[in-house]
């Protein structure tokens, strides 16, 4: 029994719009199946895409408060003309400087047109092959408690873990890596950003949710209603779904 994140899952006013903006971004397709926007590798809709990590854009009526994501997406750049190339390109698509406290780093931080933060990494031959999303980072105040529970909720290799940073990727070393950082400050607003992970074929939904609450994952009400997926929080505090298994 294991899980796999799927999708990096994204709430906005205009679903369409930021979908158009993050296909842009990351050299990929907006799919519209439904109501939400999937944002994943061009060459036709692929669900659960076997590499990436995709992104699913969800319609919400609010917008995001001006405090910080505690999830956001890292880029991938494969030279300093690329990155520079990479942040003019998505300035002109609606992206904003913004300032986070980064001070004078060799990467750069961004919002999409919703307010979304999100790092342009400098070029790092640890990234050269993972797509053109680096990692997704996960602010926290204890990596080492967040390796051990999503060490055990997912099939990811835990390839590092400090007191300053967890470090996950796939088992079969492809695509993003995820990435839990030591972040001051505790969750004050429901995340706009979260990830939503799936079972393997064959797998029980429900079986795989019990295991997660033995964990320590708990159980969220968000207004989700009877849906397929259930909605959860790790010891953090921060929200996942663990959707129905294709």
């Known amino acids: 029994m294991a899980l796999r994140p799927v999708m ?7 679903s369409s719009a930021v979908g158009r903006f993050w296909a842009e971004a990351l050299g990929w397709s907006a799919y519209s199946p439904g109501v939400t926007t999937y944002v994943g590798p061009a060459g036709g809709l692929v669900w ?4 990436a990590v995709c992104v699913d854009i969800v319609p919400v009526p609010d917008p995001k408060t ?3 994501n505690r999830v956001h997406l890292d880029l991938a ?9 990479l942040v003019a390109r998505l300035k002109t698509l609606g ?5 986070v406290g980064q001070g004078d780093a060799p990467w750069t931080v961004l919002a999409d047109p919703e307010g979304n933060e999100f790092c342009v990494l400098e070029p790092r031959e640890t990234y050269r092959d993972t797509g053109p999303i680096a990692r997704v980072v996960v602010d926290c105040t204890d990596p080492r ?6 060490g055990e909720a997912m099939d990811w290799t835990l390839h590092e873990v400090t007191d300053d940073r967890a470090v996950l990727r796939s ?14 400050g505790a969750k004050t607003v429901p995340d706009r950003v979260h990830l939503d992970l799936l079972p393997y074929p064959g797998d029980d939904e429900a079986a795989e949710v019990a295991r997660l609450r033995a964990l320590g994952a708990t159980d969220l009400d968000v ?24």
């Open 95 to 99: 992206a904003t400087p913004v300032d």
């Open 8 to 14: 990096v899952n994204m709430k906005a006013l205009d």
């Open 145 to 150: 408690a967040m390796a051990r529970f999503w």
């Open 48 to 51: 659960p895409d076997p590499v």
């Open 223 to 246: 207004g989700q209603g009877d849906v397929s997926w259930t909605c959860l929080s790790d010891p953090e505090g921060h929200e996942f779904c663990v959707l129905a298994p294709s």
């Open 77 to 85: 750049t494969t030279s300093t003309t690329h990155q520079a190339e």
């Open 66 to 68: 001006t405090t910080k």
């Open 171 to 184: 088992a079969k070393d492809v695509g993003s890596y995820l990435e839990f950082l030591r972040t001051p």
